[in-house]
């Protein structure tokens, strides 16, 4: 197998389809990708007990596929159940749902088999077609409940946890990639259905914009990344941004729109405008074949100063769509002093990632080998924002409460 390294980065792979392979053998691929997760995944102790179940429920519906885009497929619903949105098997092809949370625009909680959203991603089609928080979702592209994650996860809802259960319904919310979606949902006045655009689409149109958009509000100058982690021009514009507002009273800076994460290359230079001394900023601890990460030493990933040095003070948005390097600079800036971190639970996309290329399904597996830690010691995936809000983007009225409570923390 061949291996490639990827750091701290949520990278997406939009790969074309597997042709058919005359001499493809299931058992062996699917020994391959379990044995690998086995290896060389850093977070399987996280669900140990689901995945020896998964891998149970799993391993007939492996054996009776006859291509390898067959394996695939069911192999994506089997790592869908394990809830983590850096861990995934591609080729992609239209048909597959969209990679989390970078295809989604809607958040939603899962109660008593009841789908309610609980945030909306600003300036996404779901925003502008009026979804908002407190919704009760009815279906998803004519789907209920139960086959909306029989879909997803290839498993009954009654066999599964709520957790997982809301996992999948955050991914069928986003739909398929590239496709437009239809969305049924109700308030206390009436049942709409919506025709949502493909959940990329909203994304996508950054790639033409500014990375990074800054202004002043109340003489607070606020800063906005837009998934531009993974672009070099970031780190420019954040110092162009940070120059022109000098003389504001303080910094917001808002990393709510970063869920395709980047890399240390753009993020540490930006850090390092908040420090004056070199400065660790998170921890990991790496895993690889026949060497747990628990069993090896704490690794620092560190920053170093950057002119001008941010003098004033600061607060940090993060949410639902702030994911992996948003992560870490998340928690980095924490450490660098900010005043809070303000908004939700981040979207968990755990480890730094490697690709793994597997030989007997001819498929690339994306997996976090690099165990991620606050430098107090807490693993990445367990901070919250010290101000916690259930909602962190646009609330029942579609207003940015988030932004609001931070410009009164200055």
């Known amino acids: ?244 507002l000098a003389q504001t009273n303080g910094l917001i800076i808002d990393l709510r729109n970063t869920p395709s994460g980047g890399n240390t290359g753009v993020a540490e230079p930006i850090l390092g405008h908040f420090t004056k001394i070199k400065r660790v900023y998170q921890l990991y601890k790496t895993q690889k074949s026949g060497h747990h990460y628990s069993e090896e030493p704490y690794q620092k990933a560190t920053v170093v100063p950057q002119s001008p040095f941010i003098d004033k003070p600061f607060v940090v948005l993060a949410g639902r769509w702030t994911g992996s390097m948003g992560e870490g600079m998340t928690i980095g800036l924490d450490t660098l002093g900010a005043r809070a971190i303000l908004g939700a639970p981040m979207a968990d996309l755990l480890g730094g990632i490697k690709q793994i290329e597997l030989v007997e399904s001819n498929a690339t597996l994306a997996l976090g080998f690099e165990r991620l830690y606050h430098v107090d010691g807490r693993f990445r995936e367990d901070f919250e924002p010290t101000i916690l809000l259930k909602t962190a983007d646009t609330d029942e009225k579609g207003i940015d409460i988030a932004l609001l409570k931070a410009l009164r923390s200055f």
């Open 1 to 244: 197998m061949k291996i490639t390294l990827i750091p701290i980065l949520f990278s997406l792979i939009f790969l074309s389809s597997c042709s058919n392979n005359d001499t493809f053998d299931p058992d062996l691929a699917w020994n391959e990708l379990i044995s690998t997760i086995k290896s060389d995944y850093a977070y399987l102790d996280k669900v140990d007990g689901d995945f020896k179940n998964l891998t149970n429920l799993f391993y007939s519906k492996a054996l009776a596929t006859k291509t390898a885009k067959e394996f695939i497929d069911v192999s994506q619903s089997f790592l869908r159940n394990l809830q983590d949105p850096h861990l995934s098997l591609s080729p992609f092809d239209n048909d597959d749902y969209i990679v989390y949370p970078t295809g989604s625009d809607i958040y939603a909680e899962v109660k008593d088999e009841k789908i309610y959203v609980i945030d909306v991603k600003a300036n996404s089609s779901a925003y502008e077609q009026g979804i908002r928080s407190g919704m009760l979702v009815r279906s998803i592209d004519g789907l209920v409940f139960h086959t909306i994650i029989e879909a997803v996860t290839g498993l009954s809802a009654d066999i599964l946890s709520q957790d997982q259960q809301a996992y999948a319904i955050n991914i069928a919310l986003g739909g398929k990639r590239y496709q437009s979606r239809t969305l049924t949902a109700s308030t206390d006045e009436e049942i709409r259905t919506y025709n949502l655009e493909p959940s990329y689409t909203s994304i996508n149109q950054l790639d033409n914009g500014p990375k990074v958009t800054y202004k002043v509000i109340n003489n607070i100058g606020y800063i906005r990344f837009n998934n531009s982690l993974g672009d070099d021009a970031s780190v420019t514009e954040f110092r162009n941004a940070i120059k022109a």
